[in-house]
């Protein structure tokens, strides 16, 4: 799958998705996109956005996006590291235009 990471989310976090093609938001150039014209950008170029905005799903209109949206619970590495196969998981069970929220069992 094609994912692309936002601008908060770790880099290293590319590690738990390496049978996947990853690059960021930074990368690709769109670095200080905001969020409406940064999703026009990556829908239909990326399968996958992975990001830590909670706001995103109430700030946008999502309908008829065909980019699947995963949020990840926070941008601490530490975390994210604990979570890396709930993150995996959500990964592998997205499909076109879906929104999954990460949450850590362990708050």
């Known amino acids: 799958m ?37 999703l026009s950008l990556l829908d239909g170029n990326f399968e996958i956005f992975v990001l830590c905005d909670k706001n995103l799903r109430y700030q946008q209109n999502l309908a008829g996006r065909t980019i699947a949206i995963i949020e990840l619970p926070t941008n601490r590495w ?7 196969e709930s993150i995996a998981r959500a990964v592998m069970n997205s499909s076109p235009g879906t929104y999954t929220t990460v949450e850590d069992s362990h708050e």
């Open 2 to 38: 094609k994912i692309i990471l936002d601008e908060n989310v770790p880099w290293p976090l590319r590690r738990f998705l390496a049978e996947h093609e990853v690059t960021s938001v930074q990368r690709e150039g769109f670095g200080g996109s905001e969020n409406g014209e940064l």
């Open 78 to 84: 530490p975390l994210l590291e604990r979570l890396r």
